[in-house]
């Protein structure tokens, strides 16, 4: 290889792209190129190691005695840990003929102390290295932006009038000060707010008398956020509440401006807000379909912009709380919408569908609700094929309001509930699985909460209940071989080379943590929030439930991108990624997500005793 080669080479493994020129001549230029023999000893256990290993071709595997721990191959380094600690554990031996960059010690120590993402890199835990490197794979100014404060941005300066004054007044005063917002404070300490269209859509097309008291066309029910949030939550609050501002406090509760959507919008690159305030104005089923279509748009947008996949899929998963709600007020007979409660289960209740798969929802009916038979039957199934005209598609299971089974009276709920418990089979513990994930989105959420924690009575202490209900995760393998390689499908030849990262990772997290959170009752229904309530009541160590949910974002981030490059190709979504695809470092990090998930596994199989169930 040529001098330039080398250093493509050697920047191509990371972290060492974080090498300046200095460092990347250093190492090219005391880098030497070795020849090894299948099964000769590179490095032996208990010595001290003087080189660090590129290799271009061939591979290693690491031993402890006979056992073989891990295994490196082409364009993979080893082993930086005993370069570090100055003592090698483990012997590293050749399987088959190699050749290998060496570089010798000494010049790794010196670069390690002078590069600071180095030194981060090699001395951090399995968490943090997949934390970095989704931040590593994103925008580097979008990742400025996930940690700006709402202090950062365009704050407008609040003006506080008392409820005493004219409009016309008031209007002297926002010309004035050059703001677009006035906050207007009663006798009792009640804030109000009063905008420059409120002047124009009140007062001049009601052609008000300019005398007329301000606080005549002023709005209460102001939303309140700290100058210290993140401003990332303060677009989700808008989002949540349909607003074009929020109030902004300080630590000392004192109110210091106002941040409005177009402060946001140098920020912020999508119409999030737009399409938020689509579905609120919504009046018919039609221009609600039209604000449904923008969601893969807003999608693509922030995940090209670098936003972590845990905040669209809040960002995702409010505007399709909002959306159904308000489809199910357009479409439901008045008397059931105010006796009733739809509800969205699986990964949609989680809150961790980003991307439409399919429906599953139910409609829990108040016992009182008076609906006959027909005009129930007939809405429901509208509802369900007006969500597949809207890009959701139909259940294949079949879990969906149109099928009476996921529509009934919150007693005959409780009836089935009972069921699922008492009478143990496959089908049972999917439907707790699914019903446990339930969230309501429209009507009354008691219904909902209720049931849950008749489910919680009904399945009481129960131990063997309980390992029947996690013992599922044991017909799941992690697609992780002995020897670290990867484990693929033999018997789906479309998916020939590929692992699919839901059933051989996702769900085992999603299940196992479901599990535990089931026994002990907690309320929670996203597996990340579950993971850190479980953490707080001491039944996951604080760095395990670190690992946990950095190994759960990292899968679901894969999936996400591989499935909007499916999108990109018109191709089907589906849970399968080829590892091909993947450079080396996601390789290695899809290795260290599936060893957290194979401990989880085995943690699980002690807690529950799944090996006696």
């Not at 953490?535 to 894969?558: D, P, Q, R, Y």
């Not at 591989?562 to 290795?591: F, Q, R």
């Amino acid at each position: 290889m040529s001098i330039l080669e080398q250093k493509q080479f050697i920047k191509s493994i990371h972290p060492f792209e974080n090498l300046n020129k200095s460092q990347l001549d250093k190492f090219a230029e005391n880098i030497d190129i070795t020849y090894f023999k299948a099964n000769q000893t590179i490095q032996k256990a208990q010595m001290k190691p003087t080189h660090l290993y590129f290799i271009l071709k061939g591979m290693v595997q690491e031993k402890s005695e006979d056992e073989v721990l891990s295994i490196y191959s082409k364009n993979e380094i080893f082993d930086a840990i005993s370069l570090i600690e100055n003592f090698s554990k483990h012997e590293f031996v050749t399987a088959q003929e190699t050749i290998c960059y060496e570089l010798p010690r000494q010049i790794f120590i010196e670069t390690l102390h002078q590069n600071s993402q180095l030194e981060s890199y090699f001395f951090q835990s399995i968490s943090d290295k997949l934390n970095n490197h989704i931040s590593h794979e994103k925008n580097k100014e979008m990742a400025n932006i996930m940690i700006a404060k709402v202090k950062d941005a365009q704050i407008h300066k609040a003006i506080v009038l008392d409820t005493n004054k004219t409009i016309f007044e008031a209007v002297k005063t926002i010309k004035k000060e050059k703001i677009p917002t006035l906050l207007l404070k009663d006798e009792n300490g009640e804030m109000y707010v009063v905008t420059d269209s409120d002047f124009r859509e009140k007062v001049i097309l009601n052609r008000m008398d300019f005398d007329d008291k301000v606080i005549k066309i002023a709005s209460k029910g102001l939303v309140y956020i700290n100058e210290n949030d993140f401003l990332f939550n303060a677009q989700l609050t808008m989002a949540k509440h349909g607003l074009k501002r929020v109030i902004v406090k300080n630590d000392e509760n004192e109110i210091v401006g106002i941040l409005d959507q177009i402060s946001l919008s140098s920020f912020f690159a999508t119409n999030t807000f737009s399409v938020s305030n689509q579905i609120v104005k919504a009046e018919t089923v039609e221009e609600l379909k039209k604000a449904s279509l923008s969601f893969i748009k807003i999608i693509k947008s922030l995940n090209a912009k670098g936003v972590k996949v845990e905040f669209i899929s809040k960002l995702i998963n409010q505007l399709n709380k909002k959306l159904l709600d308000k489809l199910y007020k357009l479409l439901a007979p008045k008397d059931l919408y105010e006796k009733s409660s739809l509800v969205v289960m699986g990964s949609e209740g989680r809150g961790e569908q980003i991307l439409r798969t399919d429906q599953d929802n139910a409609l829990i009916i108040d016992d009182d609700c008076e609906i006959d038979e027909k005009t129930l039957k007939d809405f429901t199934e509208k509802f369900t094929e007006t969500l597949v005209d809207f890009g959701f598609p139909r259940c294949e299971g079949n879990i969906m309001v149109s099928n009476p089974y996921w529509c009934r009276k919150k007693s005959e709920f409780k009836n089935l509930i009972y069921e699922w418990v008492n009478q143990p089979s496959g089908d049972n513990f999917m439907n707790i699985a699914i019903f446990y994930d339930a969230v309501s989105v429209s009507g009354n959420k008691e219904l909902i909460i209720s049931l849950k924690e008749y489910l919680f009575k009904v399945a009481g202490n129960s131990q063997t209940f309980n390992a029947q209900f996690a013992k599922v995760i044991s017909s799941f393998d992690v697609p992780l071989g002995f020897f670290d390689g990867f484990v693929f499908e033999t018997d789906d030849k479309e998916h020939k080379n590929e692992i699919d990262i839901k059933k051989g990772g996702i769900f085992i997290i999603v299940q196992g943590i479901r599990s535990l959170s089931l026994e002990k009752k907690v309320l929670n229904i996203n597996t990340i929030k579950r993971i850190q309530k479980l953490n707080e009541l001491g039944i996951l160590e604080t760095e395990f439930a670190k690992e946990l949910s950095m190994a759960f974002n990292f899968l679901t981030n894969l999936k996400l991108k591989s499935n909007l490059d499916k999108l990109d190709k018109k191709e089907k979504i589906d849970n399968y990624i080829n590892p091909e695809n993947l450079n080396t470092m996601e390789k290695d990090l899809l290795k260290d997500s599936f060893k957290i998930i194979n401990k989880l596994k085995k943690q699980l199989e002690f807690h529950f005793k799944l090996n006696y169930v």
